[in-house]
């Protein structure tokens, strides 16, 4: 069975950082592209960060209200995913999901449940 | 960016009720589309791909439509758990963009 779980999540003031966990289990970690979505209370979703896998070279992308701030990284021999948090901002509050990239489509097939981050003073 | 209009915003519907979701792209997104069910506290979970192809183990109830611009979700015949928030999603090019959820409510 799939597993995605993030941690990491918590109360830190504006400028401040944090580091995402999402610990995976139930299938071939390597094989996949790997991405960060966010939740802020009461709105849609957005996304934040992608991770492609070795056989592209570990690229990444980034949202443009992220870039430059945001880190996303993934350890394979752990089979986790990675997103460093630095210089946030109030409007980085938000649930966020980890979400797996389906091998056979470019599509979200499964997301953790969520760690929630909160950017205030 | 590619913009994802979601309408209506939200809807009201009876259990048994025929209802669609529509999405309109703002450039050609073939048919690199997925549609998600939200639930109140809870993680999306993914219905279709590809515009039309049903993720593993969602009901046959769900089925979707489309390609380019525009792009439908059906739920057949809609039952108490399926009141929910629902989303697309281009997955074309970055960024990754959603639509702005439809609200399916009880009537």
């Known amino acids: 069975e799939v597993e995605l779980v993030e941690s990491g999540g918590g109360l830190v003031q504006p400028g401040g950082s944090l580091r995402l966990s999402c610990a995976t289990s139930g299938f071939t970690f390597s094989d996949h592209y790997m991405d960060w979505v966010r939740q802020a209370p009461g709105k849609g979703l957005e996304w934040v960060a992608r991770s492609r896998d070795k056989a592209r070279r570990y690229t990444t992308e980034y949202a443009a209200s992220v870039k430059g701030r945001f880190t996303i990284s993934r350890d394979d021999s752990k089979t986790s995913l990675y997103l460093q948090m630095n210089s946030l901002k109030s409007e980085d509050t938000a649930v966020y999901y980890c979400?797996?990239?389906?091998?056979?489509?470019?599509?979200?097939?499964?997301w953790g449940q969520g760690t929630l981050v909160t950017v205030s003073s | 960016d590619i913009q994802m209009t979601q309408s209506p915003s939200s809807l009201s519907a009876s259990v048994g009720d025929r209802v669609t979701i529509t999405c309109r792209a703002s450039q050609d997104i073939s048919t690199s589309l997925g549609w998600f069910q939200q639930k109140p506290g809870k993680a999306p979970q993914s219905l279709i791909y590809?515009?039309?192809s049903l993720q593993s183990g969602v009901p046959s109830k769900f089925s979707g439509s489309g390609s380019g611009t525009d792009f439908t979700l059906t739920i057949s015949s809609l039952q108490p758990e399926d009141f929910a928030t629902y989303y697309c999603?281009?997955?074309?090019?970055?960024?990754?963009?959603f639509g702005g959820g439809t609200k399916v409510e009880i009537k």
């Open positions: 590809g515009a039309s």
């Open positions: 979400a797996r990239v389906a091998d056979y489509s470019y599509h979200f097939d499964y």
């Open positions: 999603q281009q997955y074309k090019s970055f960024p990754l963009t």
